[in-house]
C-alpha cells in the first residue's frame, strides 16, 4: 500500500525525463526524532503488520488538468515487494504504459514508442514501486531532520526533511492530529538548467483492508496543476508477474 503512489507515478508520466536526476547523497545524521514522525505515521496509516499483509494493490482514478481542459483514466497495479505497472489514457489522443518488475523498467506511448528506462527514469519508477512510502522512506534513509512546525489555519504540522540513499530531498508535512502523510515538497533537477519544484498535497484518507488510504490529490509543478482522484481500491488479487515485465 503507497499512500501517495500518486505523486510518484503521475510525477514521470506527465513530466518531461529530463526533469528527473539522479543524485547519490552522501551519508548524514539521522534525527531520532525524524523517524519518530515517520513511524508515528506509519502506525496511523494501520500499523506495519497490516501493511505488511497487503501484497498487492489495484487503484483506479481520474486525473484532471484543468488548465488543458483533460481528464484522463489512470490504473496503478502494484505488487510486494517492487513491482508496477501503471497505464494512463488522454482520451482519444494517447496511452502511456510504464512498467517495472523489480529489475527492469521500460514505458511505452504513441510518441516514443517502446523504450527501456534507465538512470533517474529508472530510479524514479523503483520508488514508485513500493506499496508503502512512509515505510520505504524510513528504511532508505540516508539523512532526516526535523523542520520547525507549520501551522495552516487550523492545522498543525510536523515537518520532516529526508535524503534517500538516491534521489533529491523531500520534505514532508504530517498533520499532528492524525499523524498522517498530507503534503510532499520536492525539488525535480530540469537536466543542466537547475531545479523545478513541486508540490503535492493527499487527503481523504479511506481504510481498505485495515489501511488507510489518500482519494484525492493535488499537485503543483511549475505552472501545471493536477488533481488525481482515486475512485476504486483492492488489495490482494492475484496479479500476473507478466504485466510488469517490458513488452516485446
Known amino acids: 500500500m503507497k499512500p501517495q503512489f500518486l505523486l510518484s507515478v503521475i510525477a514521470p508520466l506527465l513530466l518531461t525525463p529530463s526533469m528527473f536526476a539522479k543524485e547519490t547523497v552522501k551519508a548524514k545524521v539521522?534525527?531520532?526524532?525524524?523517524?519518530a514522525i515517520l513511524e508515528k505515521s506509519i502506525a496511523a496509516l494501520g500499523g506495519r503488520e497490516a501493511i505488511e499483509k497487503i501484497k498487492t494493490t489495484r487503484a483506479k482514478g481520474t486525473v484532471e488538468i484543468p488548465?488543458?481542459?483533460?481528464?484522463?483514466?489512470?490504473?496503478?497495479?502494484?505488487?510486494a515487494p517492487n513491482k508496477i505497472f501503471s497505464k494512463m489514457k488522454l482520451g482519444d489522443i494517447m496511452t502511456i504504459e510504464q512498467g517495472y518488475d523489480g529489475k527492469e523498467g521500460?514505458?511505452?506511448?504513441?510518441?516514443?514508442?517502446?523504450?527501456?528506462?534507465?538512470?533517474?527514469?529508472?530510479?524514479?519508477?523503483?520508488?514508485?514501486?513500493y506499496l508503502c512510502v512512509e515505510l520505504y522512506?524510513?528504511?532508505?534513509?540516508?539523512?532526516?531532520k526535523v523542520l520547525p512546525e507549520v501551522k495552516e489555519g487550523d492545522t498543525t504540522y510536523h515537518v520532516i526533511e529526508v535524503e534517500l540513499k538516491e534521489g533529491t530531498?523531500?520534505?514532508?508535512?504530517?498533520?499532528?492530529?492524525?499523524?498522517l502523510l498530507a503534503k510532499i515538497n520536492a525539488s525535480l533537477v530540469v537536466?543542466?538548467?537547475?531545479?523545478?519544484?513541486?508540490?503535492?498535497?493527499?487527503?481523504?484518507?479511506?481504510?481498505?483492508?485495515g489501511v488507510l488510504y489518500p482519494m484525492t490529490a493535488h499537485l503543483t509543478t511549475g505552472p501545471v496543476k493536477m488533481t488525481l482522484k482515486v475512485t476504486e481500491v483492492s488489495h490482494n488479487e492475484?496479479?500476473?508477474d507478466a504485466i510488469f515485465k517490458m513488452k516485446k
Open 30 to 35: 539521522i534525527d531520532p526524532k525524524a523517524t
Open 67 to 79: 488548465a488543458q481542459g483533460m481528464t484522463s483514466e489512470l490504473t496503478i497495479i502494484q505488487k
Open 106 to 129: 521500460w514505458a511505452k506511448d504513441s510518441i516514443q514508442g517502446l523504450r527501456k528506462l534507465a538512470g533517474a527514469e529508472l530510479a524514479q519508477i523503483k520508488e514508485s514501486s
Open 137 to 144: 522512506t524510513l528504511n532508505n534513509l540516508a539523512s532526516a
Open 169 to 179: 530531498p523531500k520534505t514532508f508535512f504530517f498533520d499532528a492530529s492524525t499523524h
Open 191 to 209: 537536466g543542466p538548467d537547475g531545479t523545478m519544484k513541486m508540490e503535492s498535497t493527499v487527503t481523504d484518507y479511506k481504510k481498505f483492508h
Open 238 to 240: 492475484e496479479v500476473d
